[in-house]
């Protein structure tokens, strides 16, 4: 076990230039520096994190996602970008051993972090034990009651969501956030720069889909930082983005249903190939006829081989309501 993390670690320093990583795209400054009490040990940087991780034995877990940030800098660019200050509450999704925690407990008012590993509650009782503002909570994010917690640690008042996601689960914890109307003023997270990417395109581009469409009805989603896999341990073997989604106080466009837009949407990037006259028709739920929907697109001033990848929000919006 012990060795392993030597070997980690010496593998981690072989491949540190000592330079900045040059992965950070624009605009947060670099000079913040935290000031984690002196009592307790900074997490962020490697030799910490691997003496936490060595002396509870910790075993990664590759089916949560684990990958734990061992940069200050990214850490301070993180809660830079989210703007965090004593007057906010914070909820952190899965904090590990608590080194971004840290960095939310000397800036915020209060945080709540969701762990699911058992493993790490005693790590995070430990890391964490300067600080009378934060609150672990040991389970699965996309299973705990989110608005009773928000409206239990903050009266229902909009809480910042912070963290560095599990991989795995990103777009479900994204999307549960907004569709079950958690009370919130942005969501900034470490994702795979993929998804950083698709949720940040507009129409026209080969990463633009439902989740494009998705997030940015709700919020507007500025790439604040482009990751390198060795800011981790264990290095991912992607490359990773933090994204910062602004939640609107109302969506950017008018539907009279909901419900149904997303179903418009979901259908016409199920067969991203087919025509959007012919995705809409193939989706069982929508129940729609060809005749009908290409008449549609005439009304819009839209050719019947357009697919839907060409489309804009405000497009799908009034296509849903003309439907
Ligand atoms: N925040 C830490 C850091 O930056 O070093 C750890 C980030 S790691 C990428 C993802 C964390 O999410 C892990 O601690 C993992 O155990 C936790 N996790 C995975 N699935 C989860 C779930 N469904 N609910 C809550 N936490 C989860």
Redesign the pocket.
């Known amino acids: 076990m012990y060795w392993s993390y030597i070997i980690v670690y010496i593998f981690w320093r072989s491949s540190d230039t000592g330079k900045d990583p040059g992965c950070l795209l624009r605009g947060v400054g670099s000079d913040m520096e935290m000031d984690i009490r002196m009592d307790m040990k900074k997490?962020?940087i490697p030799q910490n994190?691997i003496e936490v991780l060595q002396k509870y034995g910790f075993r990664f877990?590759k089916?949560?996602?684990?990958?734990?940030?061992?940069d200050t800098r990214v850490?301070e660019r993180i809660i830079k970008a989210a703007d965090i200050t004593k007057e906010d509450c914070v909820l952190?999704?899965?904090?590990?051993?608590?080194?971004?925690?840290q960095y939310l407990a000397e800036a915020a008012g209060e945080v709540i972090?969701?762990?699911?590993?058992a493993a790490?509650i005693p790590i995070l009782e430990d890391t964490l034990s300067a600080y009378d503002n934060v609150t672990v909570i040991h389970?699965?994010?996309?299973?705990?009651d989110v608005n009773d917690i928000v409206r239990d640690k903050n009266e229902g008042r909009p809480v910042k969501v912070v963290?560095?996601?599990?991989?795995?689960?990103t777009t479900p914890?994204i999307m549960g956030l907004f569709e079950k109307h958690v009370p919130l003023q942005s969501i900034t997270v470490?994702v795979q720069k993929e998804v950083a990417d698709r949720m940040q395109v507009g129409p026209g581009t080969k990463d633009y889909g439902a989740l494009s469409l998705a997030v940015q009805y709700y919020a507007r989603p500025e790439i604040v930082a482009n990751v390198p896999p060795n800011c981790?341990?264990p290095r991912?073997n992607v490359g990773s983005a933090v994204i910062r989604l602004t939640r609107y106080p109302e969506p950017p466009v008018k539907t009279a249903d909901e419900k149904k837009l997303f179903a418009v949407i979901r259908a016409a990037f199920n067969q991203r190939r087919k025509t959007l006259v012919n995705s809409l028709c193939n989706a069982a739920d929508l129940k729609l006829d060809k005749e009908h929907v290409s008449g549609v697109l005439e009304q819009m001033g839209l050719p019947v081989t357009v697919r839907g990848e060409a489309l804009t929000l405000e497009q799908f919006a009034r296509l849903s309501d003309l439907l």
């Open positions: 997490l962020g994190t877990q089916k949560y996602g684990q990958n734990f940030l061992i850490l952190e999704i899965g904090p590990g051993i608590g080194t971004m925690t972090a969701v762990e699911i590993d790490l389970g699965d994010i996309l299973k705990v963290a560095n996601l599990p991989y795995y689960i914890i470490m981790f341990i991912p």
